[in-house]
């Protein structure tokens, strides 16, 4: 079992910037890759950007590229995402997620931290 803990979210005008935080936890080492999803009011949850644990790829949503940015530090199992130029749109409850394989569903989930993106 991996165990996710969100932190960083918070308000923030549009064309601003916000770094979020995720700390892994438990059995670290099952971790194939880590994602970011987020949900905002009345839309289903959907995919922002995913990291390979080991490798350090990178995969993104269109609708985020260029600018935000997943990276991870392996010391600290945390992995993290840089969000700039943040739009009204953007503006949900971002979760984090591990996975323990490529052909698996993420499983291990956050509990969630808002980003509100104020016009």
């Known amino acids: 079992q991996v165990q996710l803990v969100e932190s960083g979210g918070g308000l923030v005008q549009a064309g601003g910037s916000l770094r979020l935080s995720c700390a892994a936890s438990?059995?670290?080492?099952?971790?194939?890759?880590m994602g970011w999803f987020r949900q905002a009011p009345g839309k289903e949850r959907e995919f922002v950007a995913a990291?390979?644990?080991?490798?350090?790829?990178?995969n993104y949503a269109d609708s985020v590229k260029g600018r935000f940015t997943i990276s991870r530090d392996n010391a600290k199992n945390t992995v993290y995402l840089q969000m700039n130029s943040l739009k009204p749109e953007d503006t949900a409850v971002y979760y984090c997620?591990?996975?323990?394989?490529?052909?698996?569903?993420?499983?291990?989930w956050g509990q969630g931290t808002q980003v509100t993106v104020s016009s």
């Open positions: 997620a591990a996975r323990a394989s490529a052909a698996s569903a993420f499983g291990s």
């Open positions: 438990g059995r670290t080492f099952s971790i194939y890759d």
């Open positions: 990291l390979n644990w080991s490798a350090g790829n990178t």
